[in-house]
């Protein structure tokens, strides 16, 4: 069981934390509940998305601590148990964070749940960090995003572009000169097929992505909710570019982007670095963002503050080419394991310690699936 200290946690005297699993008529207007949580909701905590995750094995549960909506996703791990993987809380503060989670350890243990991994979008500092350790949290790798690049995309079009760099704002007048066509496109079988065969050619296994079935799982149910919408980029009546971004309440991401190249592992020529192609499907999507009431957009993925601008950096390019939109990287706390059956969490963490090291050699990560390649941002786990 997670340690605590008598009082640093504990909700004002007077008042009763309640956590419980969600009423069927409350996961009927899911979203709507979501959306009302303090960050202003987010589409990974959307019914859509939660639902979707069943073609990838997890099993969504509905929560409620108080009056807020919590999404989890159920993952069964052989031998084990069960553990709650939490894209959240919907908090913004490590105070009601910490609040929260107490809350939700004893609903835990009544659901058989051996440990809870939140992955709050609370922004980074060494005291937290200390504060999240001294109870007895753990920190692990993230199922989202560590850093990140987060618009701001009120006001009007001509003051949202005013805070891009000279360079995006070039980029995107060049694509409409050069006849650059974004379209928003039904997230049909055979359109999530060619997004995915793009995706497919893009990771090059730099990176992992779903299987197809799930992520057109992901695209349909996300679409048909309103929370989601499929991109494509057309030049020359060429398909060379699509995307796909999400929103719920306040808060829009671009999920995933996938771009022709001529050469492997070069963004050079029909893709992203020809015509001004990425950053017109970019602004189409932070269009799209706007249309739905969305105040931020999150471009999802970047290095680290203090490393965005390392050649080395498996994310450098990656980076490079979401700076032009924004020069300030988010750094997040990141996920942190908590634990609520002692013996069994304890065996997972080390186990899953022990494989990311395999992992990071090439003859282990080829048999494996997994990435091999080093991000100095993972140093601390390993």
């Known amino acids: 069981m997670v340690k605590r200290k008598p009082g640093k946690t504990s909700p004002p005297s007077g008042t009763h934390t309640d956590a419980r699993l969600a009423h069927p008529h409350e996961i009927e207007q899911w979203d709507d509940h979501v959306a009302r949580n303090p960050d202003g909701g987010h589409p990974f905590r959307g019914r859509a998305f939660a639902e979707s995750l069943r073609l ?104 949202v572009q005013g805070r891009f760099s000279t360079r995006a704002r070039r980029w995107i007048k060049r ?79 671009y999920l995933t982007g996938a771009s022709v190249r001529k050469e492997a592992g070069s963004s050079a020529g029909n893709g992203l670095g020809a015509h001004g192609v990425g950053h017109a499907v970019q602004w189409e999507m932070i269009r799209w963002a706007r ?11 970047a290095p680290s503050s203090g490393r965005v601008d390392d050649p080395g950096h498996p994310l450098y390019g990656v980076g490079q080419f979401k700076l032009s939109f924004s020069k300030a ?3 997040y706390i990141g996920c942190w394991d908590v634990p609520v059956g002692g013996t069994r969490s304890r065996l997972f963490y080390e186990a899953e310690r022990a494989t990311v090291r395999l992992n990071r050699f090439g003859i282990v990560s080829r048999f494996t699936g997994h990435n091999a390649q080093n991000n100095p941002d993972l140093d601390w786990f390993g």
């Not at 051996?114 to 005291?127: G, H, K, N, S, Y």
């Not at 097929?193 to 050619?201: E, G, I, N, Q, V």
């Not at 249309?291 to 993925?301: K, N, S």
């Open 175 to 253: 694509a409409a000169r050069d006849g650059v066509v974004v379209s928003r496109v039904d997230a049909t079988e055979e359109n999530c097929r060619l997004k995915y065969d793009l995706l497919s050619a893009t990771s090059e296994a730099r990176f992992a992505i779903p299987s197809r079935p799930a992520a057109t799982a992901t695209y349909q149910q996300a679409q048909s909710a309103g929370t989601g919408q499929l991109f494509f980029a057309h030049f020359e009546g060429t398909l060379v570019a699509a995307g796909y971004a999400m929103a719920l309440g306040e808060n829009s991401l």
């Open 291 to 301: 249309e739905v009431g969305c105040l931020r957009y999150d471009m999802y993925g």
């Open 56 to 159: 990838r094995g997890y099993d969504p549960d509905y929560l409620f601590v108080d009056d807020l909506a919590i999404t989890a996703a159920r993952v069964r791990v052989p031998k084990i148990g069960t553990y709650w993987q939490i894209p959240g809380p919907g908090v913004t503060d490590v105070d009601e964070l910490c609040r929260v989670v107490d809350a939700l350890i004893p609903l835990a243990d009544a659901n058989g749940v051996f440990t809870i991994r939140i992955d709050p979008l609370v922004e980074d500092d060494q005291a937290t960090r200390t504060r999240l350790l001294d109870l007895g949290y753990r920190r692990t790798l993230t199922w989202t995003i560590d850093h990140s690049i987060v618009l701001d995309v009120t006001g009007t079009e001509a003051e």
């Open 329 to 331: 990287v988010t750094d």
